[in-house]
């Protein structure tokens, strides 16, 4: 009977990381955490409660908005990807609908305990994410850049929970941006090889993406430049010479992030966005590590 049990529980966990995503969403964590360490550099403080209630408004979200997604693409996963938690009949499509919006009105809800300016970004974002699950298949690269938006903004959102008026953060801004071009590039490269991998399923819902429109192999081309371009902007720390930020400590990790980010670009679209993802963790560790290590 418990071992009955146990496997009800663990076939539940599976759905749910599944449906959630749940990589992306402790990716979305962590980022805040990066995105707030940003603030701290010269005071050695030790991030706040509300830097990690703002990791989790960001972790509700993104889960919020991949089950809405599921619930809005149903028709499609039954082709690309039958095995998902809906089309596969793990989760009905309602309960994936009111857990979404159960989760989008819980992470608004820790974000105004944060700040307003939380809320205001948290509010945009959701509100982006709704749109982005219902018309994602027909805004061609419209959706695909709004994604990378909204991933990019998860750094600007941890800078927000910590930020105090009248402060000067002159060098972190240069870091920030860096930090934030690399994931916005980074992220449109895989949405694009991910529209590759769905080519079939999109193709058959006349959906409109940028490998139906001007082929796989073109798709592809492009989405190479915007990683090659995002590996280059991930080099800029060893030339700007910030006097906070430990070189040594973001170099290793860095590189290896590069590399991965390469590699995946040689694989097949299915293997090759889930590596993508590995990459880009590691470019998180790498900035956090800068940061937060001191400068000898």
Known sequence: MLGLKFEDIKKTAITFWQLLRMRNCIIAFFGVLVGATFLYTTGGEILETKVFIA??????????????NDYFDFEIDKINKPERPIPSGRISRSDAF????????????FSKFVNDYCLKIAALNSLMLIVYAMYSKK????SNLTISFLVASVLVFGVAS????????????KLISIITACAFLTTLSR????DIEDIKGDTEKYAVTLPIRIG???????????????????LLPFIIQLTFFNLYAYGIVILISDLILMISLTMHPSLGQGVMVSGMLLALIAFFLGNIVPVL
């Open 55 to 68: 990791g989790l408004a960001a972790f509700l979200i993104v889960g919020a908005g991949n089950a809405l």
């Open 139 to 142: 805004l061609l690269l419209v």
């Open 191 to 194: 949405e694009i090889i991910k």
């Open 98 to 109: 009111m857990l979404s919006i159960v989760l989008f009105l819980l992470g608004l809800g």
């Open 162 to 173: 910590t930020i105090q008026n009248g402060a000067d953060i002159t060098e972190e801004i």
């Open 216 to 234: 796989t192999q073109r798709a592809k081309n492009i989405a190479i430049i915007f990683t090659l371009t995002a590996v280059l902007f991930s």
